[in-house]
């Protein structure tokens, strides 16, 4: 089974729209954590926000905020405000203690997001 | 800072040659890894190191080797390259055992 799953392979938003990036998991650890990475056409790999298993909170990074449903095992990355800068590949990642790797992030295959004018 | 360095950004190779693509991070971090990404999908983790002297495989290690003489270096050695492995290569590192991994940007490598 996927450990992390994100269903949509293409999303389209027009500027100023929030948009939502959907990813369920799958870990029976307890502590575990939950990441978002952006990945412009450029390549890089670039970190968004991070959400930790015990976390009471949704966090929060400017325009970026996680939905964190524990329950069903979902991680939705919420962008407010789109910008055309926000088009790019968005990944989801997790962090699994129990994993023999145990430090590594384990990712989703990723959601392209399009932002037009 | 200049964080993760890797080199080459760009590499075509013939199959059955052999490379090394470098990493080299000036952050101090212990934990170091190599993943590779094929089009279209997520990363997937080649081998990782949790300091020198120590490297584990990870999900997709064979035709790879790697080696961590130093904390600030983690090598990936392809020998005989196949068309298979013809992927995007990031490098990332991590200071502890916890907080986003830092990532290098990448190597695009294609075996002909």
């Known amino acids: 089974a996927q450990k992390i799953t994100q269903t949509q392979p293409g999303m389209f938003v027009q500027e100023k729209e929030a948009v939502t990036l959907d990813c369920t998991y799958d870990t029976s650890d307890p502590s575990y954590g939950l990441f978002w990475y952006k990945q412009p056409s450029s390549g890089e790999m670039i970190f968004l926000i991070y959400?930790?298993?015990?976390?009471?909170q949704n966090a929060t990074e400017g325009r970026y905020s996680l939905n964190f449903q524990k329950a069903r095992k979902s991680a939705n990355l919420v962008i407010s405000a789109s910008q055309l800068g926000d088009s790019a590949m968005y990944f989801c990642a997790m962090r699994e203690p129990s994993n023999q790797a145990g430090t590594a992030l384990i990712f989703g295959k990723g959601t392209t997001l399009s932002v037009s004018s | 800072n200049a964080g993760v360095t890797q080199t080459p950004k760009f590499r075509i190779l013939k199959i059955g040659q052999s490379m090394t693509l470098q990493c080299t991070q000036d952050m101090n971090h212990n934990y170091m890894y190599w993943y590779r990404q094929d089009p279209g999908m997520g990363l997937k983790l080649i081998y990782y190191?949790?300091?020198?002297?120590?490297?584990d495989k990870g999900e997709v290690p064979n035709g790879y080797n790697v080696s961590r003489s130093t904390t600030e270096d983690f090598p990936l050695r392809l020998e005989l390259a196949a068309p298979s492995q013809t992927s995007v290569y990031f490098c990332a590192s991590l200071i502890v055992g916890a907080g986003e991994l830092f990532f290098g940007e990448g190597s695009r490598l294609t075996v002909l």
């Open positions: 959400q930790g298993s015990y976390d009471q």
């Open positions: 190191s949790v300091g020198a002297g120590i490297t």
